[in-house]
């Protein structure tokens, strides 16, 4: 099966989205040809909404490079829909100073971190997905900023990132 490298869906349309099975499984089954292991649904409806929304869609394995929103008003909510993950929080230098295990169903599956905290996570079941809610309107520049102990993307390195990351849980 052929790897995409597509990051999202376009932005959902209309004055109301409801999710369903057909839409759910779609982007099951899209993360699963992900060269990322993961894809985005934007639920705002334009990138210049004030408040984001979005459904992530993620496989074991994908990598979540440690960053934190610098912005004085960037903070993140996410909740586990479906599936769980380690959320892992890192010092300024890359130490870890907390994890937890989000996972569907449960009264964990919930986590809010303010601006400025660094953070990652891993996916810990096949098929998982979350409701991220964070500020808008969205700039790649201002987004977040990543950490400079952290490995780039789609190299060696954070592949052994994800993999020692993946030990805390055996």
Do not use: C
């Amino acid at each position: 099966m052929a790897k995409t490298s597509k990051l999202a869906f376009p932005n959902v349309s209309g004055k109301v989205f409801h999710s369903s099975n057909i839409n759910i499984g779609k982007g099951i089954a899209s993360s699963r040809k992900s060269r990322r292991r993961r894809i985005l649904l934007p639920l705002h409806r334009s990138q210049e909404d004030k408040v984001q929304r979005l459904i992530n869609f993620l496989q074991p394995g994908t990598y979540i490079r440690p960053h934190k929103h610098p912005g004085k008003h960037d903070v993140e909510s996410i909740i586990v829909m479906r599936g769980s993950i380690q959320f892992i929080i890192f010092d300024d230098i890359g130490f870890i100073e907390n994890h937890f295990t989000l996972q569907a169903g449960t009264d964990e599956s919930l986590i809010d971190i303010e601006p400025g905290v660094w953070h990652s996570f891993i996916v810990l079941e096949k098929d998982t997905v979350i409701f991220e809610v964070k500020k808008g309107p969205y700039n790649s520049l201002t987004d977040k900023e990543f950490a400079f102990w952290s490995p780039v993307e789609y190299t060696d390195e954070a592949s052994k990132w994800v993999e020692s990351m993946e030990k805390m849980n055996e």
